[in-house]
């Protein structure tokens, strides 16, 4: 697909290209307002969180401002994750095709002016996480370091998933942390599962870049497995659910909690039966579904807490 005006290649037609202003768009571009997925993905796992705590403190909802709170943060510090991210790779991002369109290699923003860009947007997470208690307030500012080392994993293992996961699923802490001023064990079993999730789901996404990282010498899960692709997410999302059943378990989750566990389990196994590792296109949509999947667990546990409330 050509691009014009400073399009990133494999994100045409989005409103970023047609509706932000035209001095916008490379910042919104940097900050990946224009392929939302990666903000669904990083507060997801913190929804969740937040709703799990909801059923073991046996509240009818979760704290929506806690739950408005992380939607403001995710979106902030996705943007400065995939800033700083874009800083590290300019160099390997002009090598690829699908991302030598991104805002830095492409030339449209400097090093520098993209260091005040993220500087800008960590102030904003930095506020949100501000508003939560103390030992919250510490759980987040942990998160920092993996966000710092995670764009050099894949130069120097080929399991950089795994710090994406680490990552990612971070908010899986955060919102029983947010709940209660500590980590109890059905936090950490979800936190576990989030990271085989995410080990999944981005081995998909990785399938894109493939033939790319091979030529450049970056390393993936989705290099390491291959054709052993399907078998590994069969383990990975398998895992998934099996830790995500024993956090329920352990916060003494309902009946709806666990057949939202099915649809979510169901929703992974349809992804598994659909991939075409040699289809980029179609690993995209696969890949991108993870926030239908991701949701339907979310609402799952909402309706067990109120449910449960109800009926007490």
Known sequence: MSTTAGQVADSTGNW??????????????????DRP???WLLVIPCWWSAALAAVYGHSPLPNFWHVALFAIGA?????AGCTWN????????????RTRSRPIPSGQVTPKAAAVFLVLQALVGFAVLLT???FAIGVGVASLALIAIYPFMKRITWWPQI??????????????????????????????????????????????DREDDALIGVKSTARLFAERTKPMLVIFYAATIVLFAAAFATANAGVIAY????????????????????????????????????L????????????????A
């Not at 874009?86 to 095709?97: K, M, S």
């Not at 680490?166 to 209660?180: D, K, Q």
């Not at 992804?271 to 980029?280: G, H, K, S, T, V």
């Not at 339907?296 to 009926?311: E, G, N, P, T």
């Open 16 to 33: 970023v290209d047609h509706l932000a202003p035209a001095p916008s768009r490379p910042y919104l571009r940097l900050a990946r307002a």
């Open 37 to 39: 997925i990666g903000f």
């Open 75 to 79: 979106l902030a510090m996705r943007g």
């Open 86 to 97: 874009d800083l590290v790779d300019r160099n390997l991002d002009g090598l690829v095709e």
């Open 132 to 134: 939560f208690n103390r």
């Open 163 to 208: 710090t994406l996961g680490l990552t990612f699923s971070w908010g899986a802490l955060m919102g029983w942390a947010a709940a209660f001023g500590s980590l109890d064990m059905p936090a950490l079993l979800l936190y576990a599962g989030s990271i085989m999730w995410v080990i999944g789901y981005d081995t998909i996404y990785a399938h894109q």
């Open 259 to 294: 057949v939202g566990l099915v649809l979510f389990a169901a929703h992974l196994a349809w992804q598994i039966a659909r991939l075409n590792i040699d289809d980029p296109a179609q690993c995209l949509v696969v890949f991108k579904s993870n926030r239908d999947a991701g």
């Open 296 to 311: 339907i667990l979310f609402a799952a546990l909402i309706c067990d807490s109120a449910a449960r409330a109800w009926l």
